[in-house]
């Protein structure tokens, strides 16, 4: 087994472990399905008077589920809307993006 392939097991694993469910996420290009998702509400974020909760969501995926998003995009997860705002970290294998919870 090469150590692409183990990465790669590893990462499907790591997720099949820590995913919150599957979403969608909607662009002027159409609908895309997002089987596995991670959400974690109010994040923390580093900023020049040191670190700082927020009211925001991240979202993370892996990346070869969904090869890009943009901003105002929308997540669609759990019945609720995300609107995507910034990309927080991507490290080739997982994206997060910090969105907003849209209010209805």
């Known amino acids: 087994m090469s150590w692409a392939s183990m990465r790669d ?42 670190v700082f909760l927020t009211e925001q969501t991240g979202i993370t995926y892996r990346k070869p589920e969904l090869c890009a998003v943009v901003r105002g995009g929308v997540f669609i997860f759990d019945n609720r809307r995300f609107t995507v705002e910034e990309e927080i970290a991507d490290d080739g294998l997982f994206v997060t993006v910090a969105c907003m919870e849209q209010r209805r």
């Open 9 to 50: 097991r590893m990462n499907r694993v790591s997720m099949r472990a820590l995913n919150d469910g599957p979403a969608c996420y909607q662009d002027a290009s159409g609908m895309h399905d997002v089987p596995e998702v991670m959400v974690d509400f109010n994040i923390a974020r580093t900023g020049p008077e040191g």
